[in-house]
């Protein structure tokens, strides 16, 4: 039998195969990024890479975004997390560009929309201490201030680190009497391999969990 056959593996004992997929977007919270605009109106864009360690919040962004020409300019933002039922409003946004002429690189059938509220029906709330507006209908709203931005291995993405300065929450996802958000009331929006979920039923909690059932 011949030995330069080129075969795909077959499953081996787990029943896994070698694939190579083109995004690796497995199952992230959705984010509005709220940043002012060099005339001082503001932007909105929806972002799927997003992590947060401690008050620290790492984002994902487009080089040739609006968004990332705004934090490198002035460094500020509200991270608003939408809950699962803006899934519509969220997707409203997702051809849109701050940018005029729309950028290269940008997806077929992108276009610019200078009121990115309008346009997904959503509704600016002041912020504290940052500049950028925050989105009224997103439960959880993080004033944040920029403390790097980066361009990835790539080349087609930045990277931002933000701190966290302020954060904002709708009463009913809070632990009442407490600083807590509520894990069975928080009902984040997920974005897994460019589909929308929101999350299923509590299967258990961390050992360091602050609120356990029951507690």
């Not at 919040?57 to 609006?66: E, I, K, R, S």
């Not at 632990?175 to 391999?193: A, C, E």
């Amino acid at each position: 039998m011949s030995s330069d056959r080129h075969v795909r593996p077959s499953a081996g004992a787990g029943g896994h195969v070698r694939i190579e997929p083109r995004i690796l977007y497995f199952g992230t919270p959705v984010a509005l990024l709220s940043t002012l605009n060099g005339d001082g109106t503001p932007n909105l864009a929806p972002v799927s890479s997003v992590w947060a360690l401690g008050m620290t919040v790492v984002l994902g962004l487009g080089a040739t975004g609006q968004t990332a020409l705004n934090l490198r300019e002035r460094p500020e933002l509200v991270v608003n997390l939408p809950s699962e039922d803006l899934w519509e409003r969220v997707e409203r946004l997702a051809p849109l560009t701050g940018r005029s002429p729309v950028p290269g690189g940008k997806p077929p059938g992108c276009r610019f929309e200078a009121d990115k509220f309008g346009a997904a029906g959503l509704t600016e709330l002041g912020s504290d201490l940052v500049g950028p507006p925050r989105v009224g209908e997103c439960p959880l709203q993080l004033e944040a201030r920029v403390r790097g931005v980066r361009a990835d291995g790539s080349g087609a993405h930045v990277v931002v680190e933000a701190e966290v300065v302020r954060v904002h929450a709708a009463q009913d996802v809070v632990v009442p009497g407490t600083d807590h958000v509520d894990p069975g009331r928080w009902r984040p929006l997920v974005y897994s391999f460019r589909h929308y979920f929101g999350l299923g039923g509590e299967l258990g909690w961390s050992h360091r969990s602050e609120t356990p059932a029951g507690r």
